[in-house]
């Protein structure tokens, strides 16, 4: 089991251009998640989906779209990057049940200059 | 609103010394409380939770958390640290009263650090 995989891993983007980050998990799990981790702040909920084909904004959406057409897959999209995005992104998932806990991947490390 | 306070951005404790990382909460609800590692260029790993019943719960790689509901709080322990422990712990909160979606609110996180 692979669990919850990011790609890319890393990337610089220069400010302006546009960029889709990838998750992808194989846990059947219903919730997915986008956060981004930036020091002394934890982390920051932009978009969450509870099922295929659904999407909601969390705390920090703004600049940032998702989608979510295969249960498996949940896409982060930056349309025009500024340098307020550099941070590390990590995707979630998890069980619609409220005491199972949140499974993170990796990480994605974003460099906008 | 819910919330959590981590009030330590880092401690420092000796190997073999037991150890104790902070989190207080607030949650309108019964509080669902989770706690999760994350090593350096990894994402975060849970370590434990405290859903009802006993308020002493025990997890992964020996470590426990003590609930305490009057003082609302959610402290992670370990009787005696390892090198191996130092990372970075953040504590989470949910309202565990509500159905369906809720949001998890993170604390900030408390990087552990532990001394040869």
């Known amino acids: 089991n692979a669990g919850v995989t990011q790609t890319p891993k890393f990337r610089v983007l220069k400010t302006g251009q546009s960029m889709t980050l990838l998750c992808a998990q194989d846990?059947?799990?219903?919730?997915m998640y986008w956060y981004r981790q930036d020091p002394g702040m934890g982390l920051r909920l932009i978009h969450y989906?509870?099922?295929?084909?659904?999407?909601a904004k969390g705390e920090v959406p703004d600049g940032y779209n998702v989608s979510r057409l295969k249960k498996q897959n949940f896409l982060l999209g930056l349309e025009s990057a500024a340098p307020s995005q550099t941070s590390v992104y990590f995707c979630?998932?998890?069980?619609?049940?409220?005491?199972?806990?949140?499974?993170f991947g990796d990480g994605t490390r974003l460099s906008i200059l | 609103a819910q919330s959590v306070a981590q009030p330590e951005d880092q401690v420092n404790v000796a190997e073999g010394n037991p150890l104790t990382v902070k989190c207080t909460y607030s949650?309108?609800?019964?509080?669902?409380l989770f706690w999760y590692v994350q090593y350096p260029n990894r994402g975060l790993q849970f370590l434990l939770k405290y859903i009802t019943g006993d308020n002493l719960v025990k997890g992964s790689y020996g470590f426990e958390a003590e609930f305490n509901k009057s003082q609302t709080s959610f402290h992670l322990k370990k009787p005696s640290a390892l090198v191996s422990d130092s990372a970075l712990y953040f504590c989470?909160?949910?309202?565990?009263?509500?159905?369906?979606?809720?949001?998890?609110?993170f604390g900030t996180g408390t990087k552990l650090q532990v001394i040869p």
């Open positions: 949650v309108s609800g019964n509080p669902y």
């Open positions: 989906s509870v099922g295929e084909g659904t999407t």
């Open positions: 846990m059947n799990h219903e919730y």
């Open positions: 989470a909160v949910r309202d565990g009263l509500r159905r369906g979606y809720q949001k998890v609110t």
């Open positions: 979630a998932s998890s069980y619609p049940t409220g005491n199972q806990p949140q499974h």
